[in-house]
């Protein structure tokens, strides 16, 4: 039996397009870890700190920031969200994949990251949801958000989606099973590659 390094997948999408499901999912089937994102924002209901999110304050955000612990991090939603280097380079050493559910600027910053445990590992998909109308169906039916909260998501998802194009893979979303199918089939093709074995 060979070895192999570790796969970094970051997913990203609008909200609403399914790619927390996917990602938890997967984690959940005991297939990759699932990286915890820090986040600013108040907990929803249900959530729980460090299972959900890391939680916290602006301050403690902030000196994180300082100490050099994000992998990446940026503000969205008027929130920032960031990741732990450690919810990440851990894991690719013992060769445990790892799954990102993360937004595009996040995205952004991973890909030009010099970390060349990072840049081996990377793998990136968007989620993308089959219509604007199908999307903000999904945002209204979550029930978890005020109406100018949704205005503002379906907004920030708008701009999202143009950058599709950047990612090497691309999901359009229809049913959960099937998208999990094309999601499960990625990430075990990713692992059949010759050069993520190490011995």
């Known amino acids: ?86 919810e990440v380079l851990d894991f690719l050493a013992k060769g445990i994949d790892v799954v990102m559910d993360i937004d595009v600027q996040g995205a952004e910053q991973v890909r030009h990251c010099s970390n060349v445990d990072i840049q081996a590992a990377l793998v990136d998909l968007f989620v993308m949801p089959p219509s604007e109308q199908e999307l903000k169906a999904r945002l209204v039916g979550r029930g978890t958000d005020q109406d100018n909260i949704i205005a503002l998501r379906m907004e920030n998802a708008l701009e999202e989606m143009t950058h599709w194009t950047e990612y090497t893979y691309r999901i359009v979303s229809a049913t959960r099973e099937e998208d999990y199918r094309k999601f499960k089939a990625l990430l075990v093709a990713e692992r059949l590659k010759i050069s993520r074995l190490t011995k």
């Open 1 to 86: 039996m060979s070895a192999r390094t570790g796969i970094l997948l970051l997913v990203s999408g609008p909200s609403g397009s399914g790619k927390t499901t996917l990602c938890r999912r997967l984690a959940d089937e005991k297939e990759a870890h699932y990286s915890i994102s820090c986040t600013t924002r108040p907990p929803r209901e249900g959530e729980v700190h460090g299972v959900d999110y890391h939680f916290l304050d602006r301050k403690d955000f902030q000196q994180r920031i300082d100490a050099g612990d994000f992998l990446e991090h940026a503000e969205v939603h008027q929130n920032h969200y960031g990741t732990l280097r450690s």
